[in-house]
């Protein structure tokens, strides 16, 4: 546990009492101060009173005696309207920040030299995250992995010289942490999504970008050129002299790291290196786990990790679940578990990685359904729709490549399994990549993938 003492002797309210605000409130009683929480659910209340955190409903409360509110990520900060607690924060002049931002205080007092890799972008976080935490370990480092990754950051190690922090953050989380400083940070690409949260494209990119223009005047920025947003966030943070590391996945650099024929290359001063080899490792398949790999590369060269120390624990990275984690063989059929591609950008990823598909898609649609998905259709040698988004699916492949709405992911995995043995491919691939949010039917992409891997190994003959 962090102990927060940049609050003690305060007043702090919490707002949201997940596994993140429980570990905040303890942080911050840890550190003296004096806290009150709150939440929307009846049950999360009676919990954090059941661990001894005095909970109050903060309609009731005297906020002039407030001196933070501390507001769980996935509570409306703006869009579409601020929450009730940062109305009533705000006109009693009381600042609403999140648990990121606890901790940037705490380094700033206590280590503020101690190694901190913040990682965001639209799509690749977790696994960009997960790579630099190995790449550092693998190469002696002691780290500490958390954020938006699913282990809180105050439940993490205290900061201090020596040890690395790698914090995948969001930009909810972004939006509650205006002293995000890290030494090293990453951003991998901005393309549409959280409008909902954020407004617009220009608020939502400006957030993005944020993390990086924040890092420590001696620190690296590493950002992910291949897009507009991301091209114009590297162009304005190299105007105010930080060091900025470019990073392509499409085309060479003269200045920067770029992937190429499978090779990460940097190019530096005129000279050009190679840096690691990415051919044959599976659980780096893919033009987006190419640029994971480049981004998760450079942090560890800005942290002095030396290329040969790179290359060896690329291959020996292990994956993540739910993103296109091989669950199970039988013969020449392949399952594979995509289940975090919550939209249709991210279904891209996976589809571009196999041909001969047999496609499980669905679950509750999002903005744009799979139309954007079109090019990667004639890898499909069938699909299998699932969920509330069953029907426009079917429409949107209709004549372009054959479809059955299976309704369930258990009747799916059956029916694609049975084609794809009866198709007698050489390679064939059963993958779950949904293009959908899962709660519809399940409680979260975990659940949802974990489901599949159940039903996978459930299947006769499946090693």
């Not at 924060?89 to 990121?100: K, L, N, S, T």
């Not at 201090?160 to 953050?169: A, D, Q, T, Y």
């Amino acid at each position: 546990m962090i102990p927060v003492t940049t609050l003690e002797g305060r007043k702090v309210a919490i707002f949201g009492l997940g596994t993140s605000g429980l570990a905040t409130a303890s942080a911050l009683f840890a550190g003296g101060a004096d806290v009150v929480g709150w939440d929307d659910s009846e049950e999360r209340i009676a919990y954090a009173a059941s661990a001894g955190i005095p909970t109050a409903d903060l309609r009731d409360i005297d906020w002039s005696r407030v001196s933070a509110l501390v507001l769980a990520p996935g509570v409306p900060l703006t869009h579409p309207a601020p929450h009730w607690t940062v109305g009533l924060a705000r006109a009693a002049g009381v600042e609403v920040i999140g648990d990121i931002e606890l901790f940037c205080r705490e380094r700033a007092a206590h280590a503020p030299n101690a190694p901190f890799v913040a990682v965001t972008g639209t799509n690749g976080k977790s696994t960009t995250t997960a790579l630099t935490a190995h790449l550092l370990a693998a190469a002696g480092h002691e780290v500490q992995i958390g954020g938006n990754i699913g282990t809180a950051i105050l439940s993490l190690k205290p900061p201090r010289p020596g040890l690395v922090h790698v914090i995948e953050v969001s930009s909810f989380q972004i939006d509650l942490a205006p002293n995000l400083d890290p030494s090293v940070g990453i951003l991998l690409n901005v393309t549409e999504d959280h409008l909902d949260r954020h407004g617009t494209m220009a608020t939502y990119a400006g957030l993005k970008e944020r993390l990086v223009a924040g890092v420590q005047p001696d620190g690296t920025a590493i950002v992910g050129v291949d897009d507009n947003w991301c091209q114009a966030a590297a162009d304005h943070i190299a105007h105010t002299g930080r060091r900025v590391v470019r990073v392509s996945v499409r085309r060479p650099l003269s200045d920067g790291i770029f992937v190429e024929g499978g090779r990460i290359l940097q190019a530096e001063a005129a000279a050009l290196s190679e840096i690691a080899l990415l051919g044959g490792i599976a659980t780096l398949r893919g033009t987006h786990n190419a640029q994971n790999a480049a981004c998760a590369s450079a942090a560890a060269l800005a942290l002095g990790v030396a290329p040969k120390a790179i290359q060896a624990g690329l291959r020996t990275y292990p994956g993540l679940p739910h993103r296109i984690e091989e669950v199970g063989r039988y013969g020449s059929i392949l399952f594979v578990n995509d289940s975090k591609a919550t939209n249709a950008d991210a279904a891209a990823r996976a589809l571009a990685c196999f041909s001969d598909i047999f496609w499980i898609a669905g679950g509750k649609p999002k903005s744009g359904g799979i139309t954007p998905l079109e090019g990667y259709f004639p890898r499909v040698r069938k699909a299998y729709l699932i969920g509330e988004a069953a029907n426009e699916f079917a429409e949107t492949l209709d004549g372009k490549a054959p479809w059955t709405i299976a309704g369930t992911l258990e009747r799916a995995v059956a029916q694609a399994a049975e084609d794809a043995a009866a198709a007698g491919l050489q390679q064939a691939v059963v993958l779950l990549s949904p293009a959908c949010a899962s709660y519809d039917q399940f409680k979260n992409f975990e659940v949802r993938g974990d489901v599949f891997r159940k039903l996978v190994k459930a299947l006769p003959g499946v090693k």
